[in-house]
């Protein structure tokens, strides 16, 4: 069995997901070949190029085209979060199966749309899913396993942080990210998606409400060289402005309740400087606790609190043994893996689920879900409420 795929989008999650459909047949044994037939983008040279460096047989200008041809049975949407709702729906439409770029919209009502839709096609066998590849690393796959297997106990507390540091400096231009019809928002839905996603993944658990601060801290930067929309409008003096303003959050922070019963704290920053793609999970449950670093990203950190107390702490799981989650597809224990092999996992998981006829995680409800938290976390940021001040402690020397 042939999934001759179709790819809107050639960036850095298309480059990735290039490398995933390039790759996979050649580890895992499956039911079905990934043929990287078209990828497609708005500017015919670079598309074309893109094609010859990232594998592809062939590409186009036009995903409306893409998304209806017979010869293309998998739809896989790596595009800007403001065009995710409409190539997913038309694609959904003419029956191919859809993989979406996380998050899975720009809204909840889009987010709501596509989850409907792929709940339709679900009926006629037509499969969907959102691509929080963070799932498919081993040790993350492993750590839900700990806790499915309840050797972690009750889970009481979620620590989760995501930080980068890439526009720090404030003359870092205004790219899509920084504005919200095209992204939706800044860090939250970027690298916050990520963190809600997978703690829920891992614990089992949803979160059921949120108290959030967001922030801003650099509100207008270089407008990027040849941008288009932004530069086309002109100031009162009818001049085009050379800076734009951000209109998404650079950072987000907030504590959560999950329906499980365990308390969470979240932060997912662009500011944090010195940390690159820094994403960390602590889980600490009644019998013990598992870390997982992105850093470290093929180790665990599990406590056991039932083994002896002269012999306990934190050990270090290198998550490379054949029984580890994926691990048998590749290398003897101990040759570790990185970042691109976690799209790999995704897609073997996606071809997997198309070509044997059941449904793949996360679907689009699951994402939905994700979506309805990161919409919490800016309305309770808008709102700001159950905040308490606390009001500066100006103490004066008694006379
Ligand atoms: C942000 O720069 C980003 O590329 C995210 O969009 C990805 O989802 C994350 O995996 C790496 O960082």
């Known amino acids: 069995m042939q ?34 037939a078209l990828i497609c983008g708005r500017d015919a040279g670079k598309v074309s190029e893109a094609a010859d460096r990232l594998g592809w047989d062939a590409s186009t200008t036009d995903w409306r085209d893409l998304v209806t041809r017979d010869d293309i049975d ?9 065009s995710h709702a409409e190539i997913a729906l038309a694609a959904l439409a003419a029956g191919k199966h859809v993989l979406c770029e996380k998050p899975l919209a720009n809204t909840v009502s889009e987010a709501r749309a596509m989850a409907a839709a792929a709940a339709a096609a679900q009926a006629v066998g037509v499969r969907s899913m959102c691509g929080f590849n963070y799932r498919r690393v081993p040790a993350v796959a492993m750590m839900r396993q700990l ?13 989760a942080t995501y930080l980068q540091d890439w526009i720090v400096d404030p003359q870092f231009p205004l790219v899509w990210r920084l504005q919200k019809d095209r992204a939706g928002s800044g860090a939250l839905g970027d690298i916050g998606a990520h963190i809600i996603d997978l703690t829920q993944f891992v614990t089992g658990q949803l979160i059921s409400g949120v108290s959030a601060v967001t922030e801003t801290f650099v509100r207008e930067r270089p407008l990027p060289a040849g941008s288009s929309g932004l530069a086309a409008s002109v100031d009162g003096d009818g001049h085009h402005p050379s800076v734009g303003p951000v209109t998404v959050d650079d950072a987000a922070v907030f504590v959560a309740r999950l329906d499980g019963g ?47 107390t002269a012999e306990q702490g934190f050990s270090r799981i290198l998550v490379t043994e054949g029984e580890h989650p994926y691990m048998s597809a590749w290398w003897p224990p101990g040759h570790i893996i990185g970042y691109e092999h976690s799209f790999t996992h995704q897609m073997r998981d996606f071809i997997e689920a198309v070509a044997t006829g059941v449904d793949p995680t996360p679907s689009f409800s699951d994402a939905l879900q994700v979506q309805l938290v990161l919409d919490a976390v800016t309305r309770s940021a808008e709102l700001g409420s159950s905040w308490a001040d606390v009001e500066p402690a100006l103490v004066t020397a008694t006379a």
């Open 147 to 159: 806790i499915a297997d309840g050797r972690l106990g009750v889970v009481r507390h979620v620590r």
């Open 262 to 308: 365990a308390l969470a704290t979240y932060e997912a920053s662009r500011f944090a400087t010195g940390r690159k793609n820094a994403l960390r999970v602590e889980i600490n449950g009644s019998l013990g606790s598992v870390v997982f670093d992105l850093e470290r990203l093929n180790e665990l950190e599990f406590y056991d609190a039932t083994r002896p």
């Open 3 to 36: 999934l001759r795929v179709g790819m809107v989008g050639y960036a850095f999650m298309g480059a990735a997901h290039s490398q995933a459909w390039r790759t996979v047949n050649r580890v895992f044994d499956l039911p079905a070949r990934a043929r990287m």
């Open 74 to 82: 998998v739809v896989d949407v790596c595009t800007p979060g403001d």
